[in-house]
């Protein structure tokens, strides 16, 4: 549990070392409104943004990173999947083509990767701005809370979550304007989604 989303770079890549090690084949699911996967930012090369970007050589296919939520982006889908060779689930095509077949188009990948465990990196700004206010970044059109437990609540059916983090936590943030409510609703979103987190990880 931190903040800046550059500390999930370590967890992950030890995360993915150590699962290899294993013989085992490893997903990274990651929920954000943001791809993360600039190669540098303001000139520095591992940051909040680019942290993704450093794991990619760790993961047995570029495409068992999962990014899950995405909208805040200036550039298309087609970008970063083509260029980086990732797999998205935009949070506007989540809306138009119902959580129910997000849901199956991603265990359907996880089946034909014979993915075995998963790993779960969550930047609370993948939900909604009007649940998720009290962060760095928030972002409007986002997951409603819902939205995200029943992916994660799908995932963890079918496969076992061995590594977890929620990120980017802001607590005394008010950029939207919500005072103290907004600020204690994000708190309970992320806690609720962390209990879970641990809930599967203690299995």
């Known amino acids: 549990i931190g903040g800046d989303?550059?500390?999930s770079y370590p967890l992950t890549k030890a995360y993915l070392q150590a699962k290899k090690k294993q013989g085992k084949r490893a997903a990274i699911i990651h929920f954000d409104a943001h791809t993360d996967l600039l190669v540098e930012r303001l000139g520095i090369d591992l940051c909040f943004g680019s942290w993704c970007t450093h794991i990619l050589d760790d993961l047995h296919e570029k495409h068992h990173l999962i990014q899950i939520g995405i909208r805040s982006s200036g550039r298309p889908?087609?970008?970063?999947?083509?260029?980086f060779?990732?797999?998205?689930?935009?949070?506007?095509?989540?809306?138009?083509?119902?959580?129910?077949?997000?849901?199956n188009n991603i265990l359907a990948q996880l089946s034909d990767e014979n993915i075995d465990e998963l790993y779960v990196?969550?930047?609370?700004?993948?939900?909604?701005?009007?649940?998720?206010?009290a962060t760095g970044t928030p972002e409007p059109d986002g997951l409603m809370p819902e939205n995200a437990m029943d992916i994660l609540r799908a995932l963890a059916a079918k496969y076992p979550i061995t590594g977890a983090d929620m990120m980017e936590i802001a607590p005394f943030t008010d950029s939207c304007g919500q005072?103290?409510?907004?600020?204690?609703k994000t708190l309970k979103v992320g806690a609720d989604i962390s209990a879970f987190l641990l809930k599967e990880m203690a299995k």
């Open 5 to 7: 989303h550059s500390v």
């Open 85 to 103: 060779g990732v797999r998205q689930h935009w949070a506007k095509d989540i809306k138009s083509h119902g959580i129910s077949q997000t849901i």
């Open 179 to 184: 005072g103290v409510a907004g600020q204690e």
């Open 121 to 133: 990196s969550f930047d609370i700004d993948a939900i909604d701005d009007s649940f998720a206010s």
């Open 77 to 83: 889908q087609s970008h970063w999947e083509e260029t």
